[in-house]
């Protein structure tokens, strides 16, 4: 089972690059974040068109995730679910075959001074106690999207310069390594241990993916057991190299399952 990840920086402008990777990759599975569109504009006939099922939650021009697959996701929520801020723009879990795929869109934080970054390092606790309470590091879960972290400085091109950016923040590295500790496995790393691979391209950086100045922010996990049967992963850079890129591109992996 092939399942990828893609920050689309709007789905409505990226619905091109979006059709053409599903007809020239056909993952199984492929997640959105940062859609940035109400449900009513969602573009959900071309995704079908392409023969493909889509559940999505989006909001006008913020946020907003959705979930591609071959076959009819099962068991769909959107949200964290626990009393406080849904976040439903942020949060898809579905079942798809036998494996459970959690999409998220984790806040960015703005500054590390500004209220929101601690409303992401909650947002990381939180996440936390929403695996906990529905699955089990031995189910079979696959946790992805734009998680806005750089887990280690070679996961950027200049982390020498980044300490306190709100996507490498001690802080923040931290939270996510919490969550990580619960039963993740970074499946990605698993095959690729190399310095140089990045997911994301800041648009203000002329030319910054030829250049590779970017940041590894979108990410692919698995709990062990459904880690232990994945057999590649990687990054596609051609589509930040293409026509009315997103400042992401996609990242992907593929299980034995």
Same mark, same amino acid.
């Given at each position: 089972?092939?399942?990828?990840?893609?920050? =689309?920086? #709007? %789905?409505? #402008?990226?619905?091109?690059?979006?059709?053409?990777?599903?007809?020239?990759?056909?993952?199984?599975?492929?997640?959105?974040?940062?859609?940035?569109?109400?449900?009513?504009?969602?573009?959900?006939?071309?995704?079908?068109? =392409?023969?493909? $099922?889509?559940?999505?939650?989006?909001? &006008?021009?913020?946020?907003?995730?959705?979930?591609?697959?071959? #076959?009819? @996701?099962?068991?769909?929520?959107?949200? /964290?679910?626990?009393?406080?801020?849904?976040?439903?723009?942020? /949060?898809?879990?579905?079942?798809?075959?036998?494996? *459970?795929?959690?999409?998220?869109? +984790?806040?960015?934080? !703005?500054? %590390?001074?500004? $209220?929101?970054?601690?409303?992401?390092?909650?947002?990381?606790? !939180? /996440? &936390?106690?929403?695996? =906990?309470? *529905?699955?089990?590091?031995?189910?079979? /879960?696959?946790?992805?999207?734009?998680?806005?972290?750089?887990?280690?400085?070679?996961?950027?091109?200049?982390?020498?310069?980044?300490?306190?950016?709100?996507?490498?923040? +001690?802080?923040?590295?931290?939270?996510?390594?919490?969550?990580? !500790?619960?039963?993740?496995?970074?499946?990605? !790393?698993?095959?690729?241990?190399?310095?140089?691979?990045?997911?994301?391209?800041?648009?203000?950086?002329?030319?910054?993916?030829?250049?590779?100045?970017?940041?590894?922010?979108?990410?692919?996990?698995?709990?062990?057991?459904?880690?232990?049967?994945? =057999?590649?992963?990687?990054?596609?850079?051609? @589509?930040?190299?293409?026509?009315? @890129?997103?400042? *992401?591109?996609?990242?992907?992996?593929?299980?034995?399952?």
């Amino acid at each position: 089972m092939k399942i990828a990840t893609f920050n =689309a920086n #709007s %789905i409505r #402008s990226r619905i091109g690059v979006v059709t053409a990777w599903l007809a020239a990759q056909a993952p199984d599975v492929l997640c959105l974040q940062e859609t940035k569109t109400v449900d009513e504009a969602f573009p959900a006939e071309a995704i079908e068109g =392409a023969g493909y $099922a889509v559940v999505y939650r989006g909001e &006008k021009a913020y946020n907003g995730v959705a979930l591609i697959a071959k #076959s009819a @996701p099962a068991e769909v929520r959107f949200g /964290l679910d626990d009393g406080g801020p849904a976040d439903e723009t942020r /949060l898809v879990h579905a079942k798809v075959g036998k494996i *459970h795929i959690v999409n998220t869109y +984790v806040p960015q934080g !703005r500054d %590390i001074e500004h $209220a929101m970054y601690q409303y992401k390092l909650q947002w990381f606790a !939180r /996440l &936390k106690e929403y695996f =906990a309470r *529905h699955f089990t590091p031995r189910t079979p /879960l696959v946790w992805l999207g734009d998680l806005n972290v750089a887990p280690e400085a070679m996961d950027i091109h200049n982390a020498e310069e980044q300490e306190d950016h709100v996507c490498y923040h +001690v802080d923040v590295r931290r939270a996510f390594a919490d969550v990580v !500790r619960w039963g993740f496995v970074d499946v990605f !790393r698993k095959h690729r241990p190399e310095p140089g691979q990045y997911t994301f391209f800041d648009y203000r950086t002329p030319n910054a993916a030829k250049r590779g100045m970017g940041w590894r922010i979108d990410h692919i996990l698995a709990t062990a057991p459904l880690a232990a049967k994945s =057999a590649a992963a990687y990054v596609d850079l051609a @589509p930040r190299l293409g026509p009315k @890129p997103s400042d *992401h591109t996609f990242l992907a992996a593929e299980f034995d399952v």
